[in-house]
């Protein structure tokens, strides 16, 4: 699942893996239950996030190609976010929920968090762009991509994931 942060990919990958009978993944939920769990990467990811910054593609990829490794069928957000973290993986398909900036903003802004300010989230789109938004052209090229209108009702955008992959039961 490839989306701007706030752009649905967690909840989209949740009700799509409950739909396919598969595990939803999220990168994020394996590298904050390493924090908890006060393992050495756990530690060592704790550290950055202290810091306000993000873990660092080494260590994310530590996270989670081990997991990936060990399961055949599965949902995966938030894994890549850049193209080095892509090498040597390979996805059946990669949906891209296209999302604009100034949606995501009212949606992460009504959530309410306290790193959902103004500029934590102008920087977090920002970083997207940057690092994120080449791997949806990278994913077209290879033929996996498949592009969904992220800006309506998350049922519509359910039913069309369902339709366009073939497993509405």
Do not use: C, W
């Amino acid at each position: 699942m490839l989306a701007p942060p706030g752009g649905g990919k967690g909840t989209q990958g949740i009700r799509l893996a409950e739909h396919l009978g598969v595990e939803h993944i999220s990168s994020g939920d394996l590298l904050r239950a390493a924090v908890a769990e006060q393992t050495p990467l756990g530690r060592e990811v704790d550290g950055y996030l202290l810091a306000g910054e993000l873990a660092p593609d080494e260590l994310v990829t530590e996270a989670v190609r081990p997991i990936l490794r060990s399961r055949e069928n599965y949902v995966l957000d938030g894994f890549p976010r850049r193209l080095a973290q892509a090498e040597g993986v390979f996805f059946d398909v990669v949906v891209f929920l296209d999302v604009p900036h100034e949606v995501v903003k009212r949606r992460l802004l009504a959530r309410g968090r306290a790193d959902d300010a103004p500029e934590v989230i102008e920087n977090r789109l920002r970083e997207y762009e940057e690092d994120t938004r080449p791997l949806v052209d990278h994913y077209r090229a290879e033929g996996v991509l498949l592009h969904v209108d992220g800006d309506r009702p998350q049922d519509e955008i359910a039913a069309e994931l369902r339709e366009k992959l073939g497993h509405d039961r």
